[in-house]
């Protein structure tokens, strides 16, 4: 979980070009199917950054509710990404994939659906 001890300075996420990264969800419990979790009570100045050139292994859905998460340069996360954010940006070719079965998320729009947008 991404928070803070003090109720100011909030941890954000910031994954370089060049990283390999490979996360996975808890599939029991009561953070089950949620890979990052981002505390709600975090301000809306932050921002989450996902960059291009990296491997990223995300199983799970992205947590950041009241923040801006930012994919650029070609940043693909393959296997299944949900992203629950209060703004999303995505620039040079980002790709995510949501093949979500088996990994204790629930899929989104049925299981032929490729991104959705929910609000």
């Given amino acids: ?3 803070s001890s003090s109720g ?3 941890a954000t996420a910031s994954i370089d070009n060049g990283t390999t990264l490979n996360i996975t969800a808890p599939t029991t419990g009561t953070t089950k199917g949620i890979a990052f979790l981002q505390d709600r009570r975090a301000a809306t100045t932050g921002v989450e950054n ?9 199983t799970g859905a992205l947590y950041f509710p009241s923040q801006m998460v930012d ?3 070609g940043a693909t ?6 992203l629950i954010a209060y703004r999303i940006t995505y620039t040079g070719g980002t790709k995510l994939q949501d093949n979500c079965t088996g990994f204790g998320t629930t899929e989104i729009g049925g299981s032929s659906a490729a991104t ?4």
């Avoid at 996360?77 to 949900?82: D, K």
Wanted: glycine content about 8%.
């Fill in 1 to 3: 979980m991404l928070t």
């Fill in 8 to 10: 100011a300075n909030y």
């Fill in 50 to 58: 996902f960059a291009g050139g990296t491997t990223m292994n995300i």
């Fill in 71 to 73: 994919f650029s340069n």
């Fill in 77 to 82: 996360v393959s296997t299944c990404t949900q």
């Fill in 116 to 119: 959705s947008l929910v609000e």
